[in-house]
């Protein structure tokens, strides 16, 4: 049997139970290396199957499921914050940064759907985030309420809701 | 700060220190990925930015108190042997091991928390416990993780999660994986339905198969695929109802082998113990392999209950680098071989020897279950 990803003579064969689904890899001993497929403390099959999921559907890999340099340079999209492209996504099937998330998300969306249960975050979220969002709800809701205390002249209301509003954003 | 002779020195606290609640399982370990905001990821940043991101997070890491004298070493310091013995203990990754300069390992005192700096992520941390102890391994480590948010600021999208540098973390950040040994499924050929079946509910189920259907040891690794669209706990408790239904199987597959075949389970543990006990040559695969019978012995009540605790032991001492180690050189893999088979010689020369007329399927009692050190994590 040959290797997947050259013309050697396959050594190592992996196989992983996906989402039902058995797949099968098998590599020769320089590839098995080369994807670290020999160290089990590192490797997902969903590394090496990433390119082929993101190629199925299209756009991201053009269709390359090893994930080589295809595609048009030049024209690729980039991440503002890190300088991250499109082409360097295919390439290594890994993002720059955290901001990569936000200048992909369009191309990031179809590939999470074969990859995850869910496609938006459910647990644990940073406490000081957490404080944060609450208190930016909280605002956007006194804002609102302000906003109607003095549409009804309410103004006693009004400038208790301003009070709390100033302790919240301290000046 | 603790030296590395000293850390390894002793047998991590999971390899020992084990319970005997579910026989098949040998390790439980939770994984969390976080990458600090504002900073490109560590594959993609400079290499100013690197050291800048280490510097950050390096002491945040060893100011938590657990890492009270903690080994801290940046990888560039440690020796290709050395950083190998690390990954032989599951204690860093191997691609943290490829890493050098920029990178870091701080590991703690007993080997239960290890955290692995500017591997993919900025931040891999993890736990290990010994048997299935997932819930509480989370529990220890998320405690660590809201004491580091104190200081770091990490890449967090309100949808996405946790962001890490490869898609297939997002969210939680979370791989929680066990550790079974399954030698009563494999022999009596229904480790392929039931691994099928745990495939089917969204699991991974890893190890390094040869072209038959026998991982090597009889070791397998179940851990979570899906990090994005559930809680950590749902997760976790998925996972250890599966794990608790598949140590069942197991259980129950052992006791099957020795109601209906009790000559071909003691040949096979007889010839496996007369192997380690006389070879002079013997190849890592070969001896993990025999290592699993002998295991399988011990938790039948063929061998002392200790021998169980001597495999897990050995498991880890007959790794290449943990060799290399013990013989303070490097050696080619023919020495290797005979080395390693010295060891394995000499340590079971003080163990009773087989006597396979009488086994049991419930297993000597009380016998402590270790982790096992060669947890394909």
Not at chain 1, 49 to 62: A, F, M, Q, S
Not at chain 1, 122 to 132: N, R
Not at chain 2, 319 to 327: D, E, F, G, M, N
């Amino acid at each position: 049997m040959k290797c997947d990803f050259c013309e050697s003579k396959a050594s190592v064969f992996l196989t992983q139970l996906v989402e039902g689904q058995v797949k099968k890899v098998s590599l020769c001993d320089t590839c098995a290396k080369e994807r670290g497929v020999t160290d089990p403390t590192g490797f997902s099959l969903a590394d090496l199957l990433l390119g082929g999921i993101t190629g199925e559907l299209g756009g991201l890999t053009g269709g390359q499921a090893s994930g080589t340099l295809g595609g048009t340079a030049g024209s690729s999209k980039t991440c503002p914050a890190c300088g991250f492209t499109l082409e360097d996504l295919r390439r290594v099937r890994r993002f720059g940064c955290a901001e990569c998330y936000t200048a992909f998300r369009e191309e990031i969306a179809p590939m999470l759907r074969g990859m995850h249960k869910g496609a938006s975050h459910v647990g644990k979220v940073p406490e000081g985030l957490m404080a944060l969002q609450f208190k930016h709800q909280r605002l956007q809701d006194l804002r609102s309420r302000l906003e109607q205390a003095v549409a009804a002249e309410n103004y006693e209301e009004a400038a208790g809701i301003r009070d709390e509003i100033h302790t919240l954003i301290p000046s | 700060m603790m030296r590395f002779s000293t850390l390894i020195k002793n047998p991590a606290d999971w390899m020992t220190g084990g319970q005997a609640e579910h026989g098949a399982v040998l390790t439980s370990r939770i994984r969390l990925a976080r990458n600090l905001r504002r900073h490109p990821f560590p594959g993609w940043a400079k290499r100013e930015q690197r050291a800048l991101a280490l510097e950050l997070m390096r002491p945040s890491v060893e100011a938590l108190t657990v890492m009270k004298d903690a080994f801290s070493q940046e990888l560039g310091d440690l020796s290709s042997v050395q950083k190998q013995v690390l990954v032989e203990r599951h204690l860093v990754s191997r691609e943290h091991a490829a890493r050098g300069e920029g990178s870091a390992a701080i590991i703690e005192r007993r080997q239960s928390f290890s955290f692995m700096l500017n591997e993919e992520d900025h931040l891999r941390m993890q736990a290990i416990r010994p048997g299935l102890q997932l819930s509480s391994a989370y529990a220890a480590l998320t405690a660590l993780d809201t004491e580091l948010e104190a200081t770091l600021e990490f890449a967090f999208d309100p949808t996405l999660g946790y962001l890490t540098t490869c898609p297939t973390n997002l969210g939680t950040g979370l791989r929680a994986s066990v550790m079974l040994h399954l030698p009563g499924l494999v022999l009596s050929d229904q480790i392929g339905q039931v691994l099928q079946a745990v495939g089917k509910i969204g699991l991974a189920v890893r190890g390094l198969y040869g072209e038959g259907t026998e991982s090597l040891g009889h070791l397998y690794q179940i851990s979570n695929q899906s990090s994005l669209g559930e809680s950590e706990e749902t997760i976790i408790r998925r996972l250890e109802r599966v794990i608790g239904q598949v140590a069942q199987h197991e259980q129950n597959a052992r006791e099957k082998l020795v109601e209906d075949d009790p000559e071909m389970v003691a040949d096979k543990i007889g010839r496996a113990y007369g192997v380690l006990r006389h070879a002079h040559i013997i190849d890592s695969k070969e001896a993990l392999n025999h290592l699993s019978l002998l295991r399988l012995g011990g938790m039948l009540g063929f061998f002392p209950a200790d021998t169980i605790i001597l495999c897990d032991t050995l498991l880890m001492d007959i790794q290449p680098a943990h060799l290399q180690l013990h013989s303070a050189r490097k050696l080619s893999p023919e020495e290797r071989d005979a080395i390693r088979a010295q060891i394995v010689r000499t340590r079971l020369q003080n163990l009773k020897s087989s006597d396979t007329s009488t086994p049991s399927a419930d297993g000597p009692p009380s016998s402590p279950e270790p982790a096992n050190p060669t947890d394909e994590s």
